[in-house]
């Protein structure tokens, strides 16, 4: 079978690689795959893996073949959570797999979802309904991660919350959040990323330089009550400090990799702030995912801008951080 994997940093082959062998998992023929910036770190190498590493993570595929004593049959549209946990140790048995200490992730630790076939555990395998449309079905990976970052707080109807950095995960936030019913800030420096936002529910829209002003108005001086921090540096991580209300939230949503000098440490005292920094999800925000978009309260197919082929996946790494993109989707 055809798989993209790398086999050094920065090195990528379309390789004919060997079908997995079922046994007690689910072979699954990908349809739809995601590319995000985890899989760029671990092609350039950012992240370190063993190679050669098929890569991928974000998938929906088509069940192939099941154990007989699943819920699945071929034919079936699925989610795969690419994270594998061991189910033993005491983050685990304490109901946080997602944080497990023996995790291993799709595209990283275990060969992953661009290629034409892939197994998983058939606990990790969610039905994908066909009201999902195949481009909203691409986003419903980045969902759950988003759903679970925002079941860290609890969410009141009236609330002003701003969400910094309107890329994929930044404009699922923003339909997330305007579908709980809270009024609800975009803040990025892409005009056109801004007007995506206030068409799915933004009560406002404002560049970064404007930030402070604009919510000022938009909450009589308080600070908006929780700010989403979805871009991943330090520079916005500190302006979602600045910009946070007393009392107020801040999910650190965006990935920071980079030094911790130059924070505004006093605003977190003097605020008493409360950060979370989740990471991946639980099979439960997938279902909670799934469930909102087949219900069609979300407009997923938005945030996607290119559909490739897996044969243009070098493409597809290219275009990830390309500021004419959100989603990047490869069809198989
Ligand atoms: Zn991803
Ligand atoms: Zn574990």
């Not at 690689?17 to 671990?42: A, S």
């Not at 759950?144 to 969410?155: D, E, K, Y």
């Not at 007393?246 to 980079?258: A, R, S």
Request: with cysteine.
């Amino acid at each position: 079978m055809k798989a993209v994997r790398v086999t050094a940093p920065s090195t990528l082959e379309i390789a004919d690689v060997p079908m997995p062998e079922p046994g007690d998992q689910v072979l699954i023929k990908p349809i739809t795959v995601g590319v995000c910036g985890t899989d760029v770190k671990v092609f350039t190498g950012a992240i370190a893996v063993d190679y050669p590493r098929i890569l991928g993570h974000e998938v929906i595929g088509e069940v192939v073949a099941a154990p007989s004593e699943s819920d699945f049959q071929a034919g079936d549209r699925v989610l795969i959570d690419p994270a594998s946990s061991c189910g033993h140790c005491d983050l685990c048995t304490r109901g946080r797999p997602h944080l497990c200490r023996n995790a291993g992730l799709l595209g990283r630790e275990i060969d992953g979802v661009f290629a034409d076939y892939v197994l998983a555990p058939t606990s990790a395998v969610l039905a994908v309904p066909d009201t999902i449309s195949v481009q909203a079905s691409g986003l419903l990976q980045v969902l759950g991660t988003c759903v679970h970052a925002l079941s860290a707080v609890t969410l009141v109807p009236g609330q002003v919350v701003a969400v910094i950095g309107l890329g994929v995960a930044g404009q699922l936030m923003v339909q997330l959040l305007q579908d709980q019913g809270v009024t609800v800030a975009g803040i990025t420096r892409s005009e056109w990323k801004r007007d995506l936002a206030a068409r799915n529910g933004a009560a406002m829209v404002t560049a970064p330089e404007d930030a402070t002003s604009a919510l000022a108005d938009l909450t009589s001086g308080r600070g908006p009550d929780l700010v989403i921090e979805a871009v991943g540096y330090e520079k916005t991580l500190a302006q979602s400090i600045e910009l946070v209300g007393i009392g107020g939230e801040v999910i650190v949503f965006g990935t920071l990799t980079g030094g911790t000098e130059g924070l505004p440490y006093y605003q977190l005292y003097y605020k008493e702030l409360t950060l979370y920094n989740p990471r991946a999800a639980l099979i439960g925000d997938y279902a909670a995912g799934i469930e909102l978009a087949a219900a069609g309260r979300l407009a997923l197919e938005t945030v996607v801008t290119h559909e490739l082929t897996l044969d243009e996946a070098a493409r597809a790494f290219d275009l990830v951080h390309d500021p004419s993109s959100l989603k990047v989707l490869m069809h198989i």
